[in-house]
């Protein structure tokens, strides 16, 4: 997918085109990228991911955007990597960003292994390099894969009815790709929100660190908003390098080598979930996790 796949639209426009994963509009200063499959709560196939990566690079190369928001349409910020729509495109290949080979035709473990450093890790580290200042804006689920995407964002504003996530321990698999969670929040908060699985909701979130605020529903176009203008009337190249030192910082500490060997162990569990069970995710689709995740939840339905 090439950049002029991603349609930009300004606000005085008053249109945003409807039928990409993403869709992209500027106003003022701030560009706007909004996941767009709200019928699968953004869960994010690999055209949802390159459509992101060119939205991003589109926010980047546009001189007068200063701040970048990522939202996500319909009820929920993402519900993750997508394991079940039908629009699932795990065997189809793209124009990759990165300097790895096509997975499609790979055998044995190095299929998934290829595929996820181009779509998961690679990308998520490529977008929390982006030098201009990101905003999350996150409404009801944020789980899994939806939790990469936030994470790589400077700023998660969160309205009261978000919540956030990690299940795929119930998979085998120490969790998700892009492997934050020891920088997000506390190391024995991080164990916490793994071993359990739960839904921790925004207000959670944010004593532990993860959130920047919380604020009603009805309040967060207006709060991201206010945000968004206060740091785009900020100098571009402070903003640049105060998010590199911050960045830079972080990886001193083993953010980046960390998430390299939780990267190989979380492929060392898909690969011992086919040995043992015959299937990669340990036998849940999106409807088993699903379920899964309504039981935990006390839903009936």
Known sequence: ??????????????????????????????????LNRPEFNNAQNSQMTYALDAAFRRAVDDPEVKVIVLCGAGRHFSAGHDIGTPGRDINRAFERRHLWWDHTDKPGGEYLYVREQEVYLNMCRR????PKPVIAKVHGACV????????????????????????????GIPG?????????????????????GERVGAERAWQMGMVNRVVSRD??????????????????????LTKQVINHIEDLQGKRSGMEAAFAWHHFAHVHNEQVSGDLLGGFDAKGMARENKAAAGEGS
Request: aromatic share 10%; net charge negative.
């Open 1 to 34: 997918m090439s950049h002029d796949d991603i349609r930009v639209e300004r606000a005085d426009e008053s249109r945003y085109e409807t039928d990409e994963p993403v869709r992209y509009g500027v106003e003022g200063r701030v560009a706007t990228l909004t």
């Open 127 to 130: 977008w929390r390099e982006i």
């Open 144 to 171: 899994a894969g939806g939790l990469m995407l936030a994470w790589v964002c400077d700023l998660i504003i969160a309205s009261d009815d978000a919540f956030f996530q990690d299940p795929v321990v119930r998979m």
């Open 176 to 196: 998700v790709e892009y492997f934050a969670h020891p920088y997000e929040m506390a190391p024995r908060l991080a164990k916490e929100f793994l071993f359990l």
């Open 219 to 240: 309040a967060l176009d207006a709060t991201v908003t206010d945000i968004a203008s206060r740091i785009a009337a900020q100098p571009r190249m402070g903003l640049a």
